[in-house]
Each structure stands twice: as structure tokens, then as C-alpha cells.
């Protein structure tokens, strides 16, 4: 499912998201773990990036199912902006098009506060 990796020598070790599938299993996992809403995945590029993902699809009126919400962070992990996205739109976004790139990456699960 991934491997692990580090950007910046002596920083926190990344794991590399190896498919889209995984996004949605890495968010619940840490979800469950944590008890917290969301993960963080990192964009290996010159900008570096930073989202933090929920993966609470929500019923709109209608029946229809929505996806994801997306949160693109700041420096200091404040929220730049938010997307709320249906799934079709998420795999079109540029998170999926980083782990098809092999530059998308996520820390580990931190169960201690």
C-alpha cells in the first residue's frame, strides 16, 4: 500500500500513497485510530503542498451521495480552503493526480497525543 519515505532529511518519515483507493482507506484508518476527523497528505513538489482530507460523504436531498471534503492548509495549519467535493470531481482533483505522479505522501498515524 506504501512506502515509506522522507522529504527533508530529519523530518517526520512520509508514506507514499500508491493508489487513489488508498486516500479513502488511509483517512478512515486514521480516523479510527485518532478519533479525529480527516488526514493530512503532503504534495512532493517545490511548494509542498499540505490537505487535509475527510471522507464523510454525505447524503444531499435527493438520495445522491457526495464525497470527500478537502482542506487545503497553510504554514501553520490553518485552513486556506475548503472544497466539498462528489467523487467523480475528487478523483479529478489534484491530490489524486500527485499519487498517480508517485508524489503524494501522508506522516503515519500518531495514536498519543
Do not use: C, N
Not at 519515505?5 to 487513489?20: E, I, M, N, T
Not at 451521495?65 to 504554514?75: I, N, Q
Not at 485552513?79 to 470531481?89: A, D, G, I, M, P
Not at 489534484?94 to 499519487?99: F, G, K, P, R, Y
Amino acid at each position: 500500500m506504501h512506502t515509506d519515505a522522507r522529504l527533508v532529511p530529519g523530518r517526520v518519515r512520509l508514506l507514499s500513497v500508491q493508489a487513489p483507493e488508498d486516500i479513502e482507506y488511509l483517512v478512515k484508518e486514521s480516523e479510527v485510530l485518532t478519533g479525529r476527523s480527516g488526514r493530512t497528505f503532503v504534495i512532493a513538489g517545490a511548494d509542498r503542498l499540505v490537505y487535509r482530507v475527510h471522507w464523510q460523504p454525505l447524503t444531499e436531498p435527493g438520495g445522491h451521495s457526495a464525497g470527500p471534503l478537502v482542506e487545503r492548509l497553510g504554514h501553520h495549519g490553518e485552513v486556506l480552503s475548503r472544497q466539498h467535493l462528489q467523487l467523480w470531481e475528487f478523483l479529478e482533483h489534484s491530490l489524486v493526480e500527485a499519487q498517480a505522479a508517485g508524489q503524494l505522501f501522508t506522516p503515519p498515524v500518531r495514536t498519543t497525543p
